[in-house]
C-alpha cells in the first residue's frame, strides 16, 4: 500500500537530519521512526496493564505495607 506524507518544512528538515544520522533513506527512517513508536506504546500499555493487575492482586499488602 502506497502512501503520500505531507510534512512541514521542518518537519521534512527533522526527518533530512535523521535519515542521515542513521546512514538510511528518508523512508527507511520514517518506517524506523513508526516501528519504534509503536513498540514503546505497545510496552507502555503492556506495564499499565501489568501495574493494574499487580495492584488489584496485593491490595490488601499494599494497605497494610502503607499503615
Known amino acids: 500500500m502506497a502512501m503520500t506524507l505531507r510534512l512541514t ?3 521534512e528538515q ?3 537530519l ?9 523512508q527507511e527512517a520514517t518506517v524506523r521512526a513508526i516501528r519504534e513508536a509503536a513498540s514503546r506504546r ?3 500499555d503492556k506495564l499499565t496493564a501489568l501495574s493494574a493487575a499487580a495492584r488489584d ?3 490488601d499488602l499494599l ?3 502503607g499503615q
Open 9 to 11: 518544512p521542518e518537519d
Open 14 to 16: 527533522a526527518l533530512t
Open 18 to 26: 535523521l535519515a542521515e544520522a542513521e546512514g538510511v533513506s528518508k
Open 42 to 44: 505497545l510496552r507502555r
Open 57 to 59: 492482586r496485593y491490595a
Open 63 to 65: 494497605d497494610r505495607l
